[in-house]
């Protein structure tokens, strides 16, 4: 029961509740007219309050009267039509705030629900009256009001119920319902409304109040918006901006319609590709493509605003792009022709148009990247677009930067489509990089700052994932090296790096590079970026960063020496056939494998990436049928870096741990060997006369390893090596190993002694491949000699390069005496035999070529690779005489060097090759030869001469040699200086006291007749000391015989004559603390006889 004070509120409900039952009765009685003013006046005598049962009341009150006939007849419905929208407008437009919003909400729900009725009643029986321009001038304001308002997120329900009744009342006007709505306003209300009606319509495209799934409701909205469009653009004619009108409303009033068109085409509801084609052909038959329809209202508009085109450049480049990318060909081939338009008209103000050419380069990234446009795309964007470019009224101007513009846009399209057809694998981590790099390239050609800083980091950020860091630090060098350290200019956050200026980030980049350098044990890149920092912490006075920067660098300089770094194998990966991606088909890459990475690896991480490859079992260059078939093919094998001299090591004594790190760093030329016989046949491993080699050598755009492990090959070349250049190409190869792991037991970075016993044991015991007697036959023969003169010179090559061999093994026998272990005693007294046995075997080489024992120096070793053919160098001398026949084939043959038939010129003999003993001593630094045909002496050890410096033509005498003579390494000790092991020196006799002091006495031994008399007297024995220095050698004692010579002579001029009792004491004392052996004791005993006499006699 009510209360007493709700009285009035409870009879009002009750009037309001039981008066529309009234109605069929009045209509019994009264016209429809005298019925509707009757209900007029009823509701309008309903006091306006906030209490929520009157609302209610009288909500249902209206809703019992619409669902009633009244409405069914043109006369009730125009009475009534003008009073229910007065009424349901003050309900619609309620204030939220004043009361709970519960409330409200229910409030305008129960008003919608009303309005739709009303919508459905008109739409179904008086579309074509009055009644529709009544409801539009009543609610076509505040429905999109209301619509744009609505908080989508929270009354998703009453958003819907609101948009219905919008589109409802649009389905129901005709043109002549918008032109009559638009014509009482002025230039200002109309632009206004306008950007309201383009802005909620923007918003339903984008933001879409039905469910992907309600394809009816979806598709009759597309329909009412296009159709609204298309009207309100009539409108729009009126309103065209001026060229000083650059931010005025007009403008932005065309670009919201723009925006709105791009947001109609784009919508996903109507991309028709997506659903299937029962579906498809049945909104197709219905609707038609509304996409169509709407791009050519926006090109009809576009057109519409003559020079004012400009004004919308390059805002508008973007939004056109995004229509352009949808796969729709007749909407493409109607909007892509907007953009020379927009070229031509900025090209005609500017007399260029790179605003447009960047905006459009950046845009197709973005949409790209998002999964936009495909093939047909590029061919015909770049088609149409070409054809305007090539148009011949264009002024040239405009022809060629038209024309570069265009190949660019399909360059960066084909790439940009590559990159993302590999982008979502994680297979395909080096292809995804390779695609990568060419954005990178594109867009630091383009001088594109932003865009390539941004591939940088996709790049840096694979190579992290992927645990590339040499690769991740040279990427970071990329962006490293567009800074500067004299600048100040602020830069933003980018990435992980804060806002900073100029040269904390190059500093900052630095260090990031070094770190990951580090990590990848490439020391050597370190360098550069150490001095960099120190120069500049030096120049700020940061001696604390600078101090840690010389501290890393110190470390980085012993981490070469001691740490045990692994080097990494090299691979020819050729991707043939048409399957692959267009930017693999038919490419050839070298590919730098990881640490421990065999060929078998490769294989199956490459094809991971490509299940539906074939593995070419053949390393022969594919056929055309291979090139061209629709399936993929994978051709890999392991190929060799071509190791080329560096300038910086020229003629410089580099231990071997140095050079170790360049054998698989900074490498641009790879080789593949393959063995044949020329006579036909199959070639054997151990027929070294016949083993001929087909060499193919690869070249790269890109060192290897930089920026990518993959490094394109941009060309090859092709030649044959023959069997006796083959075989100074694997001594040299073997010599080069030895020289590595020895030098690798002088800086005691390897221990244990097994490794090496294998290696002496297989160099000098070669049982299975024959060895050195092998090349003995093959080619040390006068057949093979006289074939041409070219192989005399090989000839004597190969026997330089195995004494070479002998000496470096007697230095590997040495070291392994001390660090094998006693157990292992009789292994090494076998490998001593053995070498003993080889040594003396090619003893007939020294002899032949004039050269003596000893272990060579490296500068020794260098001058053999000088007068040498080795690999490197013959590689990149054929590489060169190829270039320059302009050849990319070329073929060599031991027949092209034949010298007309002609003999080689026979062997010098020993007089020929032994210098003068006096020219030795006074040239004893410039020992050196001119060609393959002239004998290459070592550079030789001298002794100390501790008796003073007596000088010969002005130059000192042993000033070169820091080294006593008894200072001999200890059993358990390696030397760790370039000559690796301290030989046995021959001692020189006790300095006389009278030697002390300079005296006229010794000075005059060295002047005037006292050297002729000396050269004399050589001269005169020299053919007997040295086929008695020959005969007793005790090759063990590793020093040679013109070393010897020289240290003789030096003793003989700055040494008085000894009576014969001294010397006999002398030699004798030397012999028993066992300094000399018997050997030296008889060439001592020979020289001093020779010139014993003869000094005394001139004494």
């Given at each position: 029961p009510l209360r007493s004070t709700d009285t009035e509120s409870c009879i009002l409900a009750k009037a309001l509740k039981y008066f529309p039952q009234t109605i069929p009765e009045l209509n019994k009685i009264l016209p429809i007219t005298t019925t509707c003013g009757i209900i007029s006046d009823f509701i309008d005598a309903v006091p306006s309050t906030d209490e929520k049962e009157i609302i209610g009341y009288k909500l249902r009150c209206i809703g019992d009267i619409v669902k009633g006939v009244l409405l069914d007849s043109i006369e009730g419905c125009t009475q009534l039509i003008p009073l229910l929208m007065k009424h349901l407008k003050l309900h619609l437009k309620h204030d939220e705030t004043a009361r709970d919003e519960l409330e409200v909400k229910k409030e305008k729900t129960q008003a919608v629900n009303i309005l739709t009725y009303i919508l459905i009643t008109v739409s179904n029986k008086h579309s074509n009256t009055p009644v529709v321009k009544m409801i539009v001038d009543d609610l076509m304001d505040i429905l999109f009001r209301l619509v744009c308002q609505v908080d989508k997120e929270k009354d998703m329900d009453l958003a819907r119920d609101y948009v219905s009744c919008l589109i409802a009342l649009l389905h129901l006007m005709n043109n002549d319902h918008?032109?009559?709505?638009?014509?009482?306003?002025?230039?200002?209300?109309?632009?206004?409304?306008?950007?309201?009606?383009?802005?909620?319509?923007?918003?339903?495209?984008?933001?879409?109040?039905?469910?992907?799934?309600?394809?009816?409701?979806?598709?009759?909205?597309?329909?009412?918006?296009?159709?609204?469009?298309?009207?309100?653009?009539k409108a729009l004619t009126k309103l065209l901006p001026q060229v000083k009108d650059y931010m005025g409303k007009k403008k932005q009033l065309w670009e919201n319609f723009f925006y709105l068109c791009v947001a109609f085409i784009t919508q996903d509801t109507l991309q028709l590709e997506d659903f299937r084609q029962p579906k498809r052909k049945k909104i197709s038959s219905q609707y038609g493509d509304m996409r169509s329809e709407m791009g050519l209202e926006m090109i009809s508009m576009w057109k519409q605003l003559g020079d004012s085109k400009r004004l919308f450049v390059p805002e508008m480049v973007g939004p056109f792009l995004e229509v352009t990318l949808v796969p729709l060909d007749s909407l493409r081939r109607e909007v892509i022709p907007i953009f020379f338009d927009m070229i031509e008209c900025y090209h005609y103000h500017f007399t260029n148009f790179?605003?447009?050419?960047?905006?459009?380069?950046?845009?197709?990234?973005?949409?790209?990247?998002?999964?936009?446009?495909?093939?047909?795309?590029?061919?015909?964007?770049?088609?149409?677009?070409?054809?305007?470019?090539?148009?011949?009224?264009?002024?040239?101007?405009?022809?060629?930067?038209?024309?570069?513009?265009?190949?660019?846009?399909?360059?960066?399209?084909?790439?940009?489509?590559?990159?993302?057809?590999?982008?979502?694998?994680?297979?395909?981590?080096?292809?995804?990089?390779?695609?990568?790099?060419?954005?990178?390239?594109?867009?630091?050609?383009?001088?594109?700052?932003?865009?390539?800083?941004?591939?940088?980091?996709?790049?840096?950020?694979?190579?992290?994932?992927?645990?590339?860091?040499?690769?991740?630090?040279?990427?970071?060098?990329?962006?490293?090296?567009?800074?500067?350290?004299?600048?100040?200019?602020?830069?933003?956050?980018?990435?992980?790096?804060?806002?900073?200026?100029?040269?904390?980030?190059?500093?900052?980049?630095?260090?990031?590079?070094?770190?990951?350098?580090?990590?990848?044990?490439?020391?050597?890149?370190?360098?550069p970026f150490y001095k960099l920092l120190a120069d500049y912490y030096e120049t700020i006075f940061d001696y604390k960063e600078l101090s840690g920067i010389l501290t890393r660098q110190a470390a980085a300089y012993t981490n070469i020496l001691k740490a045990e770094r692994q080097g990494v194998d090299f691979f020819y990966i050729g991707f043939y056939g048409l399957g692959f991606p267009q930017f693999l088909q038919n490419r050839?890459?070298?590919?730098?494998?990881?640490?421990?990475?065999?060929?078998?690896?490769?294989?199956?991480?490459?094809?991971?990436?490509?299940?539906?490859?074939?593995?070419?079992?053949?390393?022969?260059?594919?056929?055309?049928?291979?090139?061209?078939?629709?399936?993929?093919?994978?051709?890999?094998?392991?190929?060799?870096?071509?190791?080329?001299?560096?300038?910086?090591?020229?003629?410089?004594?580099?231990?071997?741990?140095?050079?170790?790190?360049y054998d698989s760093n900074d490498v641009k030329a790879f080789s593949y060997d393959k063995i044949f016989n020329k006579s036909g046949g199959k070639a054997k491993d151990d027929d070294f006369g016949s083993l001929w080699i087909h060499k193919t050598t690869f070249f790269t755009m890109d060192p290897l390893p930089s920026k990518l492990r993959l490094a394109e090959i941009t060309h090859h070349e092709i030649s044959e090596i023959s069997p006796i250049k083959s075989a100074i190409e694997t001594m040299e190869t073997k010599n080069k190993h030895l020289r590595l792991q020895i030098d690798g037991y002088k800086s005691k970075r390897e221990t244990s002694a097994k490794p090496l016993s294998m290696t002496l044991q297989g160099t000098i015991d070669a049982r299975v491949m024959g060895g050195i007697k092998k090349y003995e036959d093959a080619f040390f023969n006068e057949g093979f000699i006289s074939e041409s003169q070219q192989n005399g010179e090989d000839v004597l090559t190969l026997k330089r390069t195995i004494i070479e061999q002998v000496e470096i093994l007697q230095e590997g026998v040495e070291i392994h005496g001390k660090v094998c272990?006693?157990?292992?005693?009789?292994?090494?007294?076998?490998?001593?035999?053995?070498?003993?046995?080889?040594?003396?075997?090619?003893?007939?080489?020294?002899?032949?070529?004039?050269?003596?024992?000893?272990?060579?120096?490296?500068?020794?070793?260098?001058?053999?690779?000088?007068?040498?053919?080795?690999?490197?160098?013959?590689?990149?001398?054929?590489?060169?005489?190829?270039?320059?026949?302009?050849?990319?084939?070329?073929?060599?043959?031991?027949?092209?060097?034949?010298?007309?038939?002609?003999?080689?010129?026979?062997?010098?003999?020993?007089?020929?090759?032994?210098?003068?003993?006096?020219?030795?001593?006074?040239?004893?630094?410039?020992?050196?030869?001119?060609?393959?045909?002239?004998?290459?002496?070592?550079?030789?050890?001298?002794?100390?001469?501790?008796?003073?410096?007596?000088?010969?033509?002005?130059?000192?005498?042993?000033?070169?040699?820091?080294?006593?003579?008894?200072?001999?390494?200890?059993?358990?000790?390696?030397?760790?200086?370039?000559?690796?092991?301290?030989?046995?020196?021959?001692?020189?006799?006790?300095?006389?006291?009278?030697?002390?002091?300079?005296?006229?006495?010794?000075?005059?031994?060295?002047?005037?007749?006292?050297?002729?008399?000396?050269?004399?007297?050589?001269?005169?024995?020299?053919?007997?000391?040295?086929?008695?220095?020959?005969?007793?050698?005790?090759?063990?004692?590793?020093?040679?015989?013109?070393?010897?010579s020289d240290s003789f002579v030096a003793m003989a001029i700055s040494t008085p004559p000894l009576s014969n009792r001294s010397r006999a004491q002398s030699t004798l004392s030397d012999a028993s603390d066992g300094s000399v052996n018997s050997n030296t004791i008889k060439r001592r005993r020979s020289f001093a006889s020779i010139f014993g006499s003869k000094s005394k006699g001139k004494k």
């Amino acid at each position: 029961p009510l209360r007493s004070t709700d009285t009035e509120s409870c009879i009002l409900a009750k009037a309001l509740k039981y008066f529309p039952q009234t109605i069929p009765e009045l209509n019994k009685i009264l016209p429809i007219t005298t019925t509707c003013g009757i209900i007029s006046d009823f509701i309008d005598a309903v006091p306006s309050t906030d209490e929520k049962e009157i609302i209610g009341y009288k909500l249902r009150c209206i809703g019992d009267i619409v669902k009633g006939v009244l409405l069914d007849s043109i006369e009730g419905c125009t009475q009534l039509i003008p009073l229910l929208m007065k009424h349901l407008k003050l309900h619609l437009k309620h204030d939220e705030t004043a009361r709970d919003e519960l409330e409200v909400k229910k409030e305008k729900t129960q008003a919608v629900n009303i309005l739709t009725y009303i919508l459905i009643t008109v739409s179904n029986k008086h579309s074509n009256t009055p009644v529709v321009k009544m409801i539009v001038d009543d609610l076509m304001d505040i429905l999109f009001r209301l619509v744009c308002q609505v908080d989508k997120e929270k009354d998703m329900d009453l958003a819907r119920d609101y948009v219905s009744c919008l589109i409802a009342l649009l389905h129901l006007m005709n043109n002549d319902h918008y032109t009559s709505y638009m014509k009482p306003m002025n230039e200002h209300n109309l632009i206004h409304f306008l950007n309201e009606v383009f802005l909620v319509f923007n918003d339903l495209m984008k933001s879409n109040v039905y469910p992907r799934d309600w394809i009816v409701m979806n598709m009759l909205q597309s329909y009412v918006v296009l159709n609204a469009i298309i009207c309100f653009s009539k409108a729009l004619t009126k309103l065209l901006p001026q060229v000083k009108d650059y931010m005025g409303k007009k403008k932005q009033l065309w670009e919201n319609f723009f925006y709105l068109c791009v947001a109609f085409i784009t919508q996903d509801t109507l991309q028709l590709e997506d659903f299937r084609q029962p579906k498809r052909k049945k909104i197709s038959s219905q609707y038609g493509d509304m996409r169509s329809e709407m791009g050519l209202e926006m090109i009809s508009m576009w057109k519409q605003l003559g020079d004012s085109k400009r004004l919308f450049v390059p805002e508008m480049v973007g939004p056109f792009l995004e229509v352009t990318l949808v796969p729709l060909d007749s909407l493409r081939r109607e909007v892509i022709p907007i953009f020379f338009d927009m070229i031509e008209c900025y090209h005609y103000h500017f007399t260029n148009f790179d605003i447009v050419e960047r905006e459009v380069i950046d845009k197709l990234d973005v949409h790209v990247s998002q999964g936009k446009g495909d093939k047909r795309y590029v061919a015909m964007m770049y088609e149409i677009l070409l054809k305007k470019c090539n148009n011949p009224d264009l002024p040239r101007a405009l022809h060629q930067s038209g024309v570069r513009f265009v190949n660019s846009v399909k360059y960066l399209l084909e790439h940009l489509l590559n990159f993302r057809e590999v982008r979502e694998s994680d297979h395909h981590s080096e292809a995804k990089m390779l695609c990568i790099v060419n954005l990178l390239n594109f867009y630091e050609e383009l001088n594109r700052q932003e865009m390539y800083l941004r591939y940088i980091w996709k790049l840096y950020s694979s190579h992290l994932l992927q645990k590339n860091f040499v690769e991740a630090a040279f990427t970071l060098e990329m962006y490293a090296s567009k800074l500067k350290f004299e600048s100040d200019m602020v830069l933003e956050q980018f990435e992980e790096f804060p806002r900073e200026k100029d040269r904390e980030r190059k500093a900052r980049l630095f260090k990031t590079i070094i770190n990951h350098h580090e990590e990848g044990m490439s020391f050597e890149n370190c360098f550069p970026f150490y001095k960099l920092l120190a120069d500049y912490y030096e120049t700020i006075f940061d001696y604390k960063e600078l101090s840690g920067i010389l501290t890393r660098q110190a470390a980085a300089y012993t981490n070469i020496l001691k740490a045990e770094r692994q080097g990494v194998d090299f691979f020819y990966i050729g991707f043939y056939g048409l399957g692959f991606p267009q930017f693999l088909q038919n490419r050839r890459f070298i590919y730098c494998g990881r640490k421990f990475e065999k060929a078998g690896t490769v294989n199956s991480r490459f094809q991971e990436q490509f299940p539906a490859a074939t593995l070419l079992p053949y390393t022969s260059h594919p056929d055309e049928e291979i090139k061209n078939s629709p399936k993929q093919h994978l051709q890999i094998y392991k190929v060799n870096p071509v190791i080329e001299e560096r300038e910086e090591f020229i003629d410089r004594d580099v231990p071997s741990i140095i050079l170790q790190f360049y054998d698989s760093n900074d490498v641009k030329a790879f080789s593949y060997d393959k063995i044949f016989n020329k006579s036909g046949g199959k070639a054997k491993d151990d027929d070294f006369g016949s083993l001929w080699i087909h060499k193919t050598t690869f070249f790269t755009m890109d060192p290897l390893p930089s920026k990518l492990r993959l490094a394109e090959i941009t060309h090859h070349e092709i030649s044959e090596i023959s069997p006796i250049k083959s075989a100074i190409e694997t001594m040299e190869t073997k010599n080069k190993h030895l020289r590595l792991q020895i030098d690798g037991y002088k800086s005691k970075r390897e221990t244990s002694a097994k490794p090496l016993s294998m290696t002496l044991q297989g160099t000098i015991d070669a049982r299975v491949m024959g060895g050195i007697k092998k090349y003995e036959d093959a080619f040390f023969n006068e057949g093979f000699i006289s074939e041409s003169q070219q192989n005399g010179e090989d000839v004597l090559t190969l026997k330089r390069t195995i004494i070479e061999q002998v000496e470096i093994l007697q230095e590997g026998v040495e070291i392994h005496g001390k660090v094998c272990d006693p157990s292992v005693k009789q292994l090494h007294e076998h490998i001593v035999k053995m070498f003993n046995e080889m040594r003396k075997d090619t003893s007939k080489y020294r002899r032949e070529l004039g050269l003596t024992s000893g272990t060579p120096s490296r500068a020794s070793r260098a001058s053999f690779a000088i007068s040498s053919s080795s690999s490197n160098r013959y590689n990149s001398t054929l590489s060169r005489n190829m270039r320059s026949r302009h050849s990319m084939v070329s073929v060599t043959s031991a027949e092209e060097t034949a010298h007309n038939g002609s003999t080689p010129p026979p062997l010098p003999s020993r007089k020929e090759i032994l210098p003068d003993p006096v020219q030795l001593i006074q040239n004893r630094r410039s020992i050196q030869t001119d060609g393959p045909d002239q004998p290459v002496l070592p550079p030789k050890k001298r002794s100390s001469i501790v008796h003073g410096s007596p000088l010969i033509n002005g130059s000192p005498l042993g000033r070169d040699s820091a080294r006593s003579i008894n200072s001999n390494s200890s059993a358990d000790n390696i030397d760790n200086s370039s000559n690796s092991l301290d030989e046995s020196q021959p001692p020189l006799p006790p300095r006389p006291a009278n030697m002390n002091k300079s005296s006229p006495e010794s000075n005059s031994f060295i002047t005037g007749s006292g050297l002729d008399i000396i050269k004399e007297s050589l001269s005169a024995s020299l053919e007997e000391i040295v086929n008695s220095i020959t005969e007793t050698a005790d090759w063990s004692s590793s020093y040679n015989s013109v070393e010897s010579s020289d240290s003789f002579v030096a003793m003989a001029i700055s040494t008085p004559p000894l009576s014969n009792r001294s010397r006999a004491q002398s030699t004798l004392s030397d012999a028993s603390d066992g300094s000399v052996n018997s050997n030296t004791i008889k060439r001592r005993r020979s020289f001093a006889s020779i010139f014993g006499s003869k000094s005394k006699g001139k004494k």
